[in-house]
C-alpha cells in the first residue's frame, strides 16, 4: 500500500510537469473519450506561458531526470507506439544536464579507487561533459615518467537509487495500463520497462563499458579506419572509468569538420561500412552510435566513446542480415 502510494506520487509529480511544459497541448482532444478530453483542459490551465511550443516533451523529460530522459530516448525509436510527430520531438532530447560538484566528484573517484585522489591522479580538472547518468573530467596520469591527458567517466551521487524509484514507478503504471486497457496490453508498456530497465542498469555498472571497450579493442585492432580508447583498469572501478582522452573533431561538429577539410562523402562511408562490419563480422556493435560519440582524429580515423550501450547479435542473425 505504502509503496503503491510512493509511486503514485512520483507519476502525479511528473504528470505535473508534463501539464506545467505543455506537453498535454500536443494531444488532439478530439480524438480523446469525453473524460480524457475534460483532464486535458484542466491540464492546461496550468501550462506555462511564454513557453516553446517545439520540443515540449523533450523539456519536460529532462527536467524529471535521468531516468526519464532515458525513457525519451527509448521511445524516439518507436513511432509505432508514441507517433511520428512525438518520434521526432524525442529525437532532439539531449542527454546533457547540468554538472555534479567538483568536490563531491574527486569524493566519489577516492572512494571508488581506494586511495587519495593525488594517487591516482597528477591532475583532475572540472567537468567537461555531463551527462543522466554519468559526467566526464579530464584528468593528468604520470606513467613511467610521461605525462599522459585521461579521461574520467563519474556516476552521478545517488543515480542507482533514483533510477530504481523512478523505474518502479514506470512499472507500477505498466502493470495498471496493461490491466484497465487492452490497447496499452497491445503497445506492451511492461516489455518497455523491462528492456529500459536492463538498459540503464548496464550503464550504471562502468566495468561493463570498460569491458565493452576492451572487447571491441581486440576485434578492430587490424580495422585502419577505426579504433576506441585504451581503458586504464587500474583506475576502473564500478563507479568510475578512465580511459585515454580522445583528440579529435566530433561528428555533430560539422563547421569544425569542413573546416579540417574532411570529406564527408567518405566519413558517410567510413560510419557505415564499420557499423556493418562490427555488426557482421564480430556480432559485437556500439548500440548508440549518434554523432556525438564518434570522432575523427588526426589521422582520419574513426573513434568512438560512450559504450554503455552495446549489441549482440548471434551466427545465424549475422547470416541472415548479411544475405
Known amino acids: 500500500m505504502i509503496s503503491a502510494l510512493a509511486h503514485s506520487a512520483r507519476l502525479a509529480h511528473a504528470l505535473y510537469v508534463f501539464a506545467r511544459e505543455g506537453v498535454f497541448g500536443v494531444a488532439d482532444p478530439a480524438a480523446l473519450p469525453p473524460q480524457a478530453q475534460f483532464a486535458v483542459r484542466m491540464a492546461r490551465l496550468i501550462e506555462r506561458r511564454g513557453a516553446a511550443t517545439s520540443g515540449r516533451l523533450s523539456r519536460a523529460l529532462t527536467r524529471l531526470g535521468p531516468t526519464y530522459v532515458k525513457l525519451g530516448q527509448f521511445l524516439a525509436t518507436r513511432p509505432d507506439v508514441v507517433g511520428v510527430a512525438m518520434a521526432r520531438d524525442l529525437e532532439n532530447l539531449q542527454d546533457k544536464l547540468p554538472p555534479f560538484p567538483q568536490a563531491q566528484a574527486e569524493a566519489m573517484v577516492a572512494a571508488a579507487l581506494e ?15 555531463a551527462a543522466s547518468i554519468a559526467q566526464v573530467h579530464r584528468a593528468e596520469i604520470v606513467q613511467d615518467g610521461v605525462r599522459k591527458t585521461v579521461a574520467v567517466k563519474v556516476l552521478r551521487p545517488n543515480v542507482s ?106 566519413l558517410g562511408r567510413k560510419v557505415i561500412q564499420n557499423f556493418l562490419r562490427h555488426a557482421l563480422r564480430d556480432g559485437f556493435f556500439h548500440a548508440d552510435m549518434h554523432p556525438g560519440n564518434l570522432f575523427v582524429d588526426d589521422a582520419g580515423r574513426l573513434v568512438a566513446v560512450d559504450f554503455g550501450i552495446m549489441g549482440r547479435l548471434g551466427l545465424k542473425e549475422r547470416r541472415f542480415l548479411a544475405e
Open 161 to 266: 537509487a533514483r533510477v530504481r524509484r523512478d523505474l518502479g514507478a514506470f512499472m507500477f503504471a505498466a502493470r495498471r495500463m496493461e490491466a484497465v486497457s487492452a490497447e496499452a496490453r497491445r503497445l506492451r508498456p511492461i516489455e518497455i520497462v523491462e528492456t529500459l530497465s536492463r538498459s540503464v542498469a548496464m550503464e550504471m555498472d562502468l566495468r561493463l563499458e570498460a569491458a565493452a571497450l576492451s572487447e571491441m579493442a581486440e576485434n578492430t585492432r587490424d580495422d585502419a579506419e577505426f579504433r576506441v580508447p585504451t581503458v586504464d583498469w587500474d583506475r576502473t572501478s564500478h563507479h568510475v572509468l578512465t580511459m585515454e582522452w580522445v583528440d579529435g573533431i566530433a561528428l555533430n561538429d560539422r563547421a569544425g569538420l569542413e573546416a579540417a577539410g574532411i570529406d564527408l562523402r567518405d
Open 115 to 129: 586511495k587519495p585522489l593525488a594517487q591516482a591522479f597528477s591532475q583532475f580538472g572540472a567537468p567537461v561533459a
